[in-house]
C-alpha cells in the first residue's frame, strides 16, 4: 500500500483524501438516518397481523354508554370492556423449501415465505393478501350505573349487553352506584 501511495502525485493523493472522507461521510449518514422497519411473524402459511386493540375497546366503550345512557336516560352509566385478544388479521403467504445435499452428505433445508401482495396501479398502492378477519374476543363488561339497586334493571342492563356483545351473562356486572 506504502509503494501505491508514493507513485501518487500531490493532485492525485488530494483526491483519494477528498474521495475517503465523502465516503466515510456517506456511510455514517446511512448508519444514522432513520428506517422504517416492519416485523412480519410467520405463522405457518397465516401471518396474524396486529392491530390496535385499543381503538376497538374505546370505541365498544362509548358505543356501550351510548346506548346504556339512552336506555337509562341521561348520562348515568360508566362502561369498562377487557378484551381477550384483539382482532386478528390472517394475510396469505407464498411458502417456498429448498432442500439441497452438501458435499459431505448432509442435508441444508430452507424454509422462505414471503406476503402475497396485490397492487392497485391507479392509487400506486401494495396491499397485503387478506384471508381471514377475526374480531376481538371479549373477556368480560363491567357496567357502573348511578341508581338504586334493582334486580329488574340490573338484569335489563345485563341482557342488552350481552345481546349487542354476543357475551354469556356470566361475563357481565352491573354495579350500582348511589
Given at each position: 500500500?506504502?509503494?501505491?501511495?508514493?507513485?501518487?502525485?500531490?493532485?492525485?493523493?488530494?483526491?483519494?483524501?477528498?474521495?475517503?472522507?465523502?465516503?466515510?461521510?456517506?456511510?455514517?449518514?446511512?448508519?444514522?438516518?432513520?428506517?422504517?422497519?416492519?416485523?412480519?411473524?410467520?405463522?405457518?402459511?397465516?401471518?396474524?397481523?396486529?392491530?390496535?386493540?385499543?381503538?376497538?375497546?374505546?370505541?365498544?366503550?362509548?358505543?356501550?354508554?351510548?346506548?346504556?345512557?339512552?336506555?337509562?336516560?341521561?348520562?348515568?352509566?360508566?362502561?369498562?370492556?377487557?378484551?381477550?385478544?384483539?382482532?386478528?388479521?390472517?394475510?396469505?403467504?407464498?411458502?417456498?423449501?429448498?432442500?439441497?445435499t452438501?458435499?459431505?452428505g448432509?442435508?441444508?433445508?430452507?424454509?422462505?415465505?414471503?406476503?402475497?401482495?396485490?397492487?392497485?396501479?391507479?392509487?400506486?398502492?401494495?396491499?397485503?393478501?387478506?384471508?381471514?378477519?377475526?374480531?376481538?374476543?371479549?373477556?368480560g363488561v363491567?357496567?357502573?350505573?348511578?341508581?338504586?339497586?334493582?334486580?329488574?334493571?340490573?338484569?335489563e342492563?345485563?341482557?342488552?349487553?350481552?345481546?349487542?356483545?354476543?357475551?354469556?351473562?356470566?361475563?357481565?356486572?352491573?354495579?350500582?352506584?348511589?
Amino acid at each position: 500500500m506504502g509503494e501505491l501511495w508514493s507513485r501518487l502525485n500531490e493532485k492525485q493523493r488530494k483526491i483519494i483524501g477528498w474521495l475517503a472522507i465523502a465516503t466515510i461521510i456517506g456511510i455514517a449518514v446511512l448508519l444514522l438516518s432513520p428506517t422504517q422497519v416492519t416485523q412480519i411473524q410467520d405463522s405457518g402459511s397465516k401471518q396474524a397481523a396486529p392491530v390496535n386493540i385499543n381503538i376497538d375497546e374505546c370505541s365498544w366503550e362509548k358505543e356501550l354508554t351510548q346506548i346504556l345512557n339512552a336506555l337509562l336516560g341521561g348520562k348515568r352509566s360508566q362502561v369498562f370492556l377487557t378484551l381477550e385478544r384483539g382482532p386478528q388479521i390472517n394475510i396469505a403467504r407464498n411458502e417456498t423449501e429448498e432442500e439441497r445435499t452438501l458435499s459431505d452428505g448432509s442435508v441444508e433445508r430452507r424454509w422462505t415465505s414471503t406476503p402475497v401482495i396485490l397492487r392497485n396501479d391507479e392509487s400506486r398502492k401494495e396491499m397485503p393478501l387478506i384471508l381471514d378477519e377475526s374480531e376481538p374476543i371479549v373477556r368480560g363488561v363491567l357496567i357502573v350505573v348511578e341508581y338504586e339497586p334493582q334486580a329488574e334493571l340490573r338484569l335489563e342492563i345485563a341482557r342488552a349487553v350481552s345481546t349487542a356483545l354476543q357475551l354469556p351473562m356470566h361475563r357481565i356486572e352491573v354495579l350500582f352506584k348511589k
